[in-house]
């Protein structure tokens, strides 16, 4: 049976796409276009249409504060930036991630 590379890409990306806005956030504060551009340039997301309803529930559960701004030309935009909540969690998120990846890579090896 073929299993579908898209598919488990897919899951992957879904269960760390939080962090990686977390991450970008972290070396500075961005609009949601700018998030959404380079999660896709990463291959990280598809499209902005799954960003934003995970920027409005970040927002609301403190790991991210916004700003409105209104460059002289264009409209406004809105920028997201890290909170100490969102600082704590990328942090755990980092040690995490560091147990985890080294034992995947070795079971991956393994069945090589």
Not at 18 to 33: D, F, I, K, T
Not at 34 to 60: C, I
Not at 67 to 91: F, K, M, N, S, V
Request: charge should be negative.
């Amino acid at each position: 049976m073929e299993f579908d590379e898209e598919r488990i890409a897919t899951n992957i990306r879904k269960g760390v796409l939080e962090y990686c806005v977390l991450a970008l956030l972290s070396q500075r504060e961005m609009y949601g276009l700018e998030l959404a551009n380079q999660l896709v340039e990463r291959h990280l997301t598809a499209s902005e249409g799954s960003l934003y309803p995970l920027l409005t529930r970040m927002r609301n559960s403190g790991s991210v504060a916004t700003r409105w701004d209104t460059p002289d030309t264009g409209r406004a935009r809105r920028y997201y930036t890290l909170t100490d909540e969102g600082h704590r969690q990328l942090r755990v998120f980092a040690e995490v991630w560091s147990t985890i990846a080294p034992q995947v890579g070795a079971l991956l090896e393994e069945e090589s």
